[in-house]
C-alpha cells in the first residue's frame, strides 16, 4: 500500500464535539440535555449495566492513513446526532436498559505483547455474562485480545472452539503476518483462529493476497462470502440471500466483529483503508438483524473498529455510529424475545482489570511498540 498522508483531512475532537453542538442547536435540540462522552449523549441511570460501550482507542499497524486513536471519541461525539428513535424498539433508546459508557482504554503497554494483554484485562471484565459488552476500536488488532477475553465468558467457558465470529471487512484479514507483525491489523481474524475460535463467516471481502485465498479454500472453520459475489449486479441477490441464510443458522455464543471499510469506501472515506464495490448501508444492517435475529444463536458482543475521524464531513464517524447504534438495538430486541438472558449477577459499572499475561507469553516482549 502507499504511504496516503491523511492527516490535515483529520479533525481534532474538540473540532468535533462544536460540530456536533453546533448541529443539535440547529435541529433545536436543547444542547444541556447531552451528555458529553456518553453514546447517544444519553444520560448515566443508576448502578445496573445492561450494555456497556467501551471506547478501545488502539492505533499500532494500520497500513496507510492513521488516526484510529481518535476513533472512538469522535464516534460517541458524532452518536449525538443519531436518532433515539428505533422503529423496531418501538420506543426511544436507552429502551429502558441500562447504558453505560466506560472511560476508554487507557493505552498502556511498553510493548506489543503488553498493549495486547492490557486490552484484555481492560475488557474481561464485561464478560461475565451479565451485560453485553460493544466495543469501539481502533484498529482491528483489538479482535484477538477481545476474543481472548472473551474465553471467560460463561457460553464460552474457556473453550474457543465454541465462539463463531462473523466479520464485515474489505480484508479477509487472515495473512501469516504483514510487515513481520503477525498480529497486524491485517491478521487478526488468523490470530483469532489461531486463539481457537471454531468458526469465522466472512462478509464484504473483496481485498485479499494468493495466500489468504488458498487459507480460505482449505480452512474449513472459514465461510467467506466475497463482495465480488453480493454486490453483482447481475446475481448479487441471490448471494446476498444465501449470506443472510447462511447467518439465521448460526447457533451458540457469537461475536460480530465489523470493520467498517467492509461498507462501501464511500461511505467510510476517512477509515485507514477504504475501499470501493463495498456493502450498502442497508446491507451492513441486515446483516446485524440477522445476526442478533438467528434463534440458536446467543450474540455475546460486538465490535465496531477501524473509526476515524474527518474534516468536512462526519460521514465515517456516523457511519459508525449508526452501526453501533443499530448493535444495540438488535440486542434489546434479542433481549426482550429471549434470546439473550443475564447468566450472572449485576456486577455494576466500577470493574477492576482482571490483569493478563498471555500475550507477554506467547510472543514475548520484542516485537512491536
Ligand atoms: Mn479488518
Redesign the pocket.
Known sequence: MPPNNQSSRRLDLNQIKQQVQEHMRKGGVVVEDYFEGNFLGLPETGEDVDVVVLPLPYELTTSYGQGTAQGPAACIASSGHVELFDAELGVDLPAFVHLYTAPEWNGEGGSLAEQLDNISSYLRPWFRGDCFPVVLGGE?GILPPLVHAARQHPLIGGDLSRLTVV?I???A?LRPELDGEAYS??C??GRSLDLGVGRLLQVGIRAYSKEEAEIIENDERITTFFARETQSPTHGQASWKAWLSELSSLSGPVHLTV?I?GLDGSLVPATGTPVPGGLSYWQAIETIRAVFNAPNAVIISADI??IVAQEGSPITEFTAAMLATKAIVSHIKARQEGRWVALAEQAGKNRDAEPSGFFVEKIGNAQGA
Do not use: I, L, S, T
Open positions: 482491528h466479520q471487512d474489505a480484508h484479514d491489523h491485517a487478526a481474524a470493520d471499510d473498529n477501524e
